[in-house]
């Protein structure tokens, strides 16, 4: 049994110590955002936020969580609005999305470090892997998240999808 805070909210995971944190999320917390892409924490698809620092939720087990506080997608921001997802919108860094989450959780991770990355900040620190191509233009974005939290520029709202419990529907 495992005790972790995920998304600001104290959970207790009663699977074997050994499983992935990206299994347990998934598929016990129904924390469906976090992508299994290589396994191998290579890709970054998997990125979550562990005690502030960026970490591909594959490779590290419900054991090492023990304790710690993990941030998914989901808890990033309850209306989806983060300065880094408004940056993503905005510079239209996103294709086909499976890499999303796991390229804005490393962005937001950074950006809580350092408000102000030069592209060589950046480019160290997202490793991750985008098939579709976003990369030559995530310098951009994540600059562009950075003076949103800087209060240099305005964020663009970026609308909630309509969902079943949308009231209206």
């Not at 207790?12 to 299994?36: I, Q, S």
């Not at 390229?103 to 991750?128: F, H, K, Q, S, Y």
Request: contains cysteine.
């Amino acid at each position: 049994m495992a005790r972790l805070v995920v998304n600001n909210q104290p959970v207790e995971f009663r699977l074997d110590a050994d499983t992935p944190l990206l299994w347990a999320l998934r598929d016990a917390a129904n924390l469906t955002g976090t992508k299994y892409g290589c396994g191998t924490g290579e890709c970054g698809a998997c990125m979550v936020i562990v005690d502030g620092q960026a970490m591909p939720a594959c490779t590290l087990s419900l054991g090492e969580a023990e304790g710690r506080s993990v941030t998914t997608i989901e808890g990033l921001s309850g209306d989806r609005n983060h300065p880094v997802q408004q940056a993503f919108v905005a510079e239209q860094a996103i294709q086909c999305g499976f890499c999303t989450p796991g390229l804005i959780m490393a962005a937001a991770a950074l950006l809580a470090r350092n408000v102000n990355p030069t592209e060589a900040d950046i480019t160290g620190a997202i490793t991750n892997i985008c098939r579709c191509g976003v990369q030559p233009r995530l310098v951009r974005t994540i600059q562009r998240a950075g003076r949103i939290l800087r209060g240099e520029e305005k964020g663009v709202r970026v609308p909630v999808p309509a969902t079943a419990t949308t009231p209206g529907l």
